[in-house]
């Protein structure tokens, strides 16, 4: 988990701060299908796409961290200051600049991603307390 976190990490830094927007070939149509879906518009692909990886990365590193404290503090946190500097960093970069929807569809992302860790922590809890049956 820990090098998936990693490998995410530096996705989401360089991809952050590349002066393309349009980074990922074939992002846009993907998450503008998922946006006309779900938003009624592929304008917000974008959104799409900030909250994806922000939930994705969320998720992993929570699942990566073994310290309660700091799974559901850290992490989270980590992830949001971590998004407030790339996108306060983007203002420095030519053809890119910050934007307060894209903090805040990176916050809807992590809220995800914490929730989704959650749950399959939950899952794992109950799947090790059930006891074997014995025929």
């Known amino acids: 988990m820990r090098l998936a976190y990693g490998i995410l990490l ?12 349009d980074a990922i070939p074939g ?28 939930a994705a990365i969320t998720c ?22 971590l998004s407030g500097l790339l996108e306060f960093g983007q203002g420095a970069v030519a053809a890119r600049t910050p934007d307060l929807m894209d903090f805040v569809a990176n916050l809807v ?4 991603g914490a929730i989704v860790a959650g749950l399959l922590l939950a899952v794992a809890h109950q799947q090790t307390k059930r006891k074997p049956v014995t025929v």
């Open 10 to 21: 530096v996705l989401i830094i360089v991809l952050s701060l590349l002066p393309t927007e």
């Open 27 to 54: 992002g846009n149509l993907i998450f503008g299908f998922i946006a006309k879906i779900l938003l009624g518009s592929a304008d917000y692909a974008d959104k799409i796409t900030h909250v994806a990886a922000y």
């Open 60 to 81: 992993v590193g929570m699942l990566g961290i073994i310290r309660p404290l700091g799974r559901w503090l850290f992490m989270p946190l980590a992830m949001l200051l």
């Open 109 to 112: 992302g992590v809220t995800g």
